[in-house]
């Protein structure tokens, strides 16, 4: 009788989330980066099982471990791809579903928005940690640089990094500790992941009108989940064309060498998804500056949801936010581009000013918002 009961629950849930969940008619193909995001992590979650059982978390084994797996290993090498440029999609697919949020001005319902903030920093910070294992000359230098960002904190920073470490340099302890991180992270994700679509049912989706009408709403299903199909669709085609075709296209040159801590890369960089907050990193001289810089790069997200609402809610219709909009687009584009280039000039004054740009964005949003709703009135 338990059990019929447990099914019956489980089968409501399900309903009710992607059957009768009532959905705006008028949604765009925008709106499918959401369904995205939970097939790229489920693909990850999948992927990243299959390798851990051949991944050897040992700085002596863990690159050659890498080769086996790619080498030795029934389908390891796709699987290996895979995860690796799913990482890249990822991103590509959070960052494209905060931009819509942002230009549909669709962030006001304010524990779906604050959920999913959280939801970038700990992705970051997952995809970091994995990013080291291969150990490779980046993995181990990017490691470098990035927790010795750590001791800028006062003082117990120098107390944080050697804990991480494990010991006063990064070594065999770092790497056990990352291998760990990175199993369990995920599935704290997926907790938050969870939490964050309760919260979006809550409240309901949004729409490119930003109306909250319910008379202009159907059911979930078929309509919406013909048009997630067909995302997954060119999802698995991008990754597979990526995987088989040019697998190392988003990856950097400098990790096909083993970890060698008496041979610095020329030039240390992050993967791409991270540049533009690497580039805000470097461009404050200060330490403990350019760490309170990089998380507000994140963070500063936190505040749009406090925004004035406007009458109407989607910037589509505010020629000034729009334009707002697309500057601060290129903006994203331009620290991107300067993350990857050396810290030298031009590029440390063009990234200083971009930083500045970046932030200004938040703050000038609402005043123009504030603006447009005195002259509705």
């Known amino acids: 009788m338990k059990n019929i009961l447990n099914y019956n629950i489980i089968y ?12 705006p008619s008028n949604i765009n193909l925008w709106w499918n980066f959401g369904s995205l995001l939970g097939i790229t ?9 299959m390798l851990s059982f051949h991944y050897t978390p040992n700085i002596d084994l863990a690159f050659n471990s890498i080769i086996h797996m790619n080498h030795d290993i029934n389908y390891g090498w796709i699987l290996h791809y895979m995860h ?15 931009g819509r949020n942002i230009y549909y ?4 319902n304010k524990m779906t928005w604050i959920s999913g903030t959280f939801i970038i920093l700990l992705l970051m910070g997952t995809a970091f940690i994995g990013y080291v294992l291969p ?12 927790t010795n960002l750590l001791s800028a904190i006062p003082y117990v920073g120098t107390e944080i990094v ?7 340099s990064i070594n065999n302890a770092t790497l056990n500790r990352f291998y760990s991180f990175h199993f369990i992270l995920p599935f704290i994700l997926l907790f938050m992941v969870i939490m964050h679509l309760v919260f979006l049912h809550e409240k309901g989706s949004s729409n490119p009108l930003g109306t909250n ?33 040019n697998p190392f296209l988003l990856g950097d040159p400098e990790n096909f060498n083993p970890a060698n801590p008496l041979v610095t890369p020329v030039h240390i960089q992050p993967e791409w998804y991270f540049l533009f907050a690497y580039a805000i990193l470097r461009s404050i001289p200060n330490k403990l500056g350019g760490v309170i810089a990089l998380l507000m790069s ?17 910037n589509k219709f505010y020629f000034i936010n729009k334009n707002l909009f697309w500057m601060f687009f290129n903006i994203f584009l331009l620290l991107t581009w300067i993350g990857m280039n050396p810290v030298e000039n031009p590029f440390i004054i063009i990234g200083q000013i971009l930083t500045i740009m970046y932030f200004l964005y938040f703050m000038i949003n609402p005043l123009i918002q504030k603006n447009i709703d005195n002259k509705i009135l």
């Open 213 to 245: 009408s319910n008379l202009s709403k159907i059911p979930f299903h078929n309509y919406f989940t013909i048009k997630d199909i067909l995302g997954f669709n060119m999802f698995f085609i991008i990754i597979i064309f990526l995987s088989l075709i």
């Open 298 to 314: 994140i963070l500063i997200l936190l505040i749009m949801p406090f925004y004035n609402l406007n009458k109407i809610q989607s």
């Open 84 to 98: 690796m440029n799913g990482a890249s999609m990822f991103f590509f697919c959070i960052y494209c579903h905060v």
């Open 41 to 49: 992590l489920m693909l990850q979650i999948i992927t990243g099982l």
């Open 162 to 168: 050697q804990w991480i470490w494990g010991g006063f």
């Open 105 to 108: 001005s669709t962030y006001f």
């Open 12 to 23: 409501k849930i399900i309903k009710s989330s992607l059957i009768t969940l009532p959905t």
């Open 135 to 146: 150990w490779g000359q980046m993995s181990y230098w990017g490691a470098t640089v990035i």
